[in-house]
């Protein structure tokens, strides 16, 4: 039977490793985690665990450090987590079953958690490739990718990530974003990351001009990163009150994004808050509030889109069911509200308490 590692780098981690770590072991065979400078009791949690325990000098380059403990493995296959992610779906039997034909490499479905703006918390999903045979490595300094020759596919895995609600870490990974730029001007999976870190760090008059970049070289086909960074920069324009550009952006997109809910939902959005911003200008989008949202009920939840969780359901419902209600339908509003209640969002509840 094929042996399985779980492999982490870590530093100063005492807030999430053992939950991590108390949820993972039963996924696999040893335990191989690499520090790379802790100055709190993380590798006191890792021993609790049995862990076989390394260390690296930090050298802002996330591909090194996780190859560095890849080598420290002596299993067939690698599973790769960070100490911030929580397993709330599969087993071994999964991964055994997985790796039985040694044809693909495992991407993870990851909920990432993060707060909204208005201090909602919301979940996105994302798929990362995480389970890897003996020799693969990574290569990029951060937001590493894994180097195989091997197809991927989904994993029957699912972990709950929390990272992005603890900040923090946005002007770390901006530094080594810029120097890898810097290194590779014209590449638009980085130009693309270092705008979404200037968007998630709210910075969005920064993150404009990378954004322009990236939109201007990313490849319309074979990369899945396009079309999160053309969503992201939609909402980016937004804040920025741009709304002829983003009204640019928006119909060159009608084809190649009509198949994503959150391409319909951040339109919808655009259309709504330009119409505020300008009656008289923008009166004619008006019909395109309902169509976007009603089109995001139409596609449905596809967790492979790695959109957020509840723009294919109860946000765009909940969304219709305030369209309807500001233009006097009440009866079509609580059908909507009802619907997003029904998944438990809390706001369709508080709507429906009040009508």
Known sequence: MKTIGLVMIVRNESRSLDKCLSLAEKLVDEIYITDTGSTDDTIEIAQKHHAHISSFQWCNDFSAARNYALKQSDCDWNLILDADEYLIAGT?????????????????????SYRESKGEISQSTVFTTRLVPRGALYEGKIHEQ????????????????DGYLQG??????????LEELQERP?????????????????????????????????????????????????????????????????????????????????????????????????????????????????IGEIPEHEGVLGNGSFKAAYNLGVWFEVNGKTQEALNYYRRAADDGYQPAIERMQKI
């Not at 923090?168 to 901006?174: D, E, F, P």
């Open 92 to 112: 071994k039997r999964d991964i055994l079953d997985f790796i039985e034909t040694e044809n693909h490499v495992g991407a993870i479905e990851r909920h990432d």
């Open 146 to 161: 894994i180097v195989s020759a091997l197809p991927i596919a989904a994993l029957p895995l699912v972990f709950e990530h």
């Open 168 to 177: 923090g870490k946005g002007q770390r990974n901006l530094d080594i974003l």
């Open 186 to 298: 014209g590449d638009s999976y980085t130009l693309y990351q270092i705008a979404r870190t200037f968007w998630i760090m709210k910075e969005f008059a920064q993150a404009d001009g990378y954004f322009e970049k990236f939109y201007q070289l990313a490849p319309v086909a074979g990369t899945g990163y396009r079309t999160s960074g053309v969503i992201s920069y939609i909402y980016n324009l937004l804040e920025l009150k741009k709304y002829e550009k983003g009204f640019q952006v928006i119909e060159n997109e009608k084809q190649r994004l009509d198949a994503y809910a959150d391409y319909h939902f951040a339109c919808g959005t655009f259309y709504t808050q330009a119409i505020f911003s300008d009656v008289q200008r923008y009166i004619g989008y008006l019909p395109e509030i309902e169509r976007s949202y009603r089109r995001c009920l139409e």
